[in-house]
DNA sequence: TGAGAATCTATCCACATGGATAACTTGTCA
DNA sequence: TGACAAGTTATCCATGTGGATAGATTCTCA
């Protein structure tokens, strides 16, 4: 009966209103929530009315969790962190070249919430410092993916695999706004032949 | 006696409530304070009073002018991307692969602004479908400028330029955030070995 | 069972906001 | 010069906001 599917409330399923959470579940809702009102109505948007409607409760309880919506976006910066660790979503840990970022595209376009927080988040901390360490670690993460990934292909210069990981970081914030899935597919297929050619080229030349 | 010394009052100069500028700039002005305001403060805070007291009038005149804060951000994206047009920090034109790019990570360590404002936009058009066309048109600006760039350092495949693109668009956004420039230039450096290893290499391999 | 703690709701308030309106100022040009 | 238009300011208002407070519900565990 009350036997949903549960999953991260962050894929597709758009309606509006959730359904109230049960006793205890209201902070972990709210924190889903933000995530969600932030990528689809801005951070403009995030106000204790919206992020509580969003979760199905009602707006004390965000002051009553966080004390504050400072703080309700730290605390939600933190879980879209935690999330991203454990979605792992550049190692595929395989050591072949053609599974490198293999499923970004389709990934990103699944689920681009939490991508989209992300980067909104990330504008942020240009002007919150408090967020600052979260988003180097966010980034130290995702960097440590690539390096991880690309040394499994024989590349083992951190430079190029940091390149690497700017030209996803790059493709991925073009395909939430503006570029198609399969863009980004095609843009991948070439770095990955990119990769290849700096790894088996000569050391110099012109 | 009136004679500052006026630039595109884009660069670091920093000090808020800016003295009234004459009569009939006020429009100007205000679009400039628009992207100041959006990059130091977040969309969030571009409010009718904040965006004339950075521009030095009073908050009737945005309403005078823009009609809505709506129109105003439309108008200050497009306005940014006319800037951007005749900045054009993308293509150097000299056919030296050591000047692509060369310039990139001390223009953006001097006026981070606009990109930020363009970042946050990127995302805001994701919400707002009357953004997307200029967003769209900004895009192909940057892209085209990097094929154009590109080509004439014999890279001809658009595909490598996209990627390439797509890589520099993600360094600028980790500098304006997190990353320092000389790390940026480091980046841009890998890129340009990439690239070249792409250029010279035979056909496929692996 | 029942009392204290945690979670959650209902309600209130001072304040900033977007926008409308009317008045005033500066420029234009016949 | 002067009258009309464009630019600009001053002021007002309804609405949504962040947050505080008080009370109700649900859980925990001795």
Redesign the pocket.
Known sequence: MTAEPVGTGLTAEDGEGRD????????EALLRAAIRVVATSGLR??????VAREAG?????V???F????TLLEEALRYSLQLSVETSSLESGTGQIDDFARDLPEFVDREPDVQAFQYELILESRRRPELRPYVEELYDYYRGAARRELARLGIQDPALADVAYAALDGLVFQQISVASPENTRRSVDALRTMLLAARDAPPARD
Chains 1, 2 share one sequence.
Do not use: F, K, M, Q
């Open positions: 109230r959470p049960r006793y205890g579940e209201g902070r948007n995030l106000t204790y009315r919206a409760v009602t707006h004390g309880l002051a009553h969790h004390g504050s919506r400072d």
